[in-house]
């Protein structure tokens, strides 16, 4: 491994350092620079970086199985306990058949004539902070559907008015619905590790969920839910106007574009919302859950700042 090549990489003192205090022409610089980084990451088979720590995964052994180490001390969990034998007689106990649970109706389907109506008017940049404002003290007053019978808090969305990216999530965790801002717990964490790859922070975009209250139990978001929250997602892109929307999630990717598959078939396809370019990407629990991933994570992050340089 070249540890120089590491070493030398385009790592501000601090790394937590906002790229906006950066000039004008550096910032393209540092912009390329980091993209440099990231492919190098993809390269090596770096998996995550994680405050000033590189976690590798190893190509397995031949003969010892499918498994990836991580090159990094960590505890060894125990082997599992055998499990124990029937005894010589052994019978089953009969149990009681398990009942169905009740079939749901059929959810109404999503406006696809509101994905592809028509941009109103643009607003005046000066008038963006007030007009976000306005629709969210809407969306606090919502009843449009039963998430709002056990929410804290609507969770309208964070950032720039300004910004040429919106990221669109699923729906509110707990943490979020405590502190009504999206994407503040750990899945929040890996987010924000994931935008200062490609030299970007929380005040430089704008981060939204399609559902603005809480499913109970962090479940996924029913349908009628999301179609409830449809048009306060899409009043807010057309306030903002931004040049590319960064989907995290498979729920997010419906609501957008109607595409109802799996996240993995989508990744890499082009999908639009009225002419703005969409990229589909995982939740970022998604890769808390599954660590080795991560790599995902880094070439759909790639394709955003390859597709912001274009733009701009």
Known sequence: MEQSRLQSGPYPADHRQSSRSVAGGELAALQTAWRGVLEYWLECGIEFRSGDRLEFVTPPSRGRGNQS?????????????????????????????????????????????????????????????????????????????????????????????????????EGPGAEEDLRGEPFVGAAGKLLDHMLRAIALDRSQVFIANVVKCRPPGNRNPQLPEVAACQGYLFQQLEIIRPRTIFCLGKFALLCLTGHDDTVGRARGKPFFWRGIPVIASYHPAYYLRTPGRKRAAWEDLLRLSQQLEQMQ
Not at 109 to 135: I, K, M, W, Y
Not at 146 to 161: C, I, Q
């Open 69 to 169: 180490a991580v090159v990094e001390v960590v505890a060894q969990p125990a082997a599992p306990s055998p499990l124990p034998t029937r005894p010589p007689f052994f019978r089953p106990v009969e149990r009681e058949p398990v009942v169905a649970a009740p079939v749901v109706t059929a959810a109404p389907l999503l406006d696809a004539g509101l994905r592809d109506a028509s941009f109103p008017a643009p607003l005046p940049v000066a008038e963006r902070p007030a007009r976000l404002a306005s629709l969210a003290a809407e969306v606090a007053g919502c009843t449009q559907c039963g998430l709002a019978k056990t929410r804290t808090h609507t969770v309208f969305g964070v950032g720039s008015p300004e910004s040429s990216v919106v990221f669109v999530g």
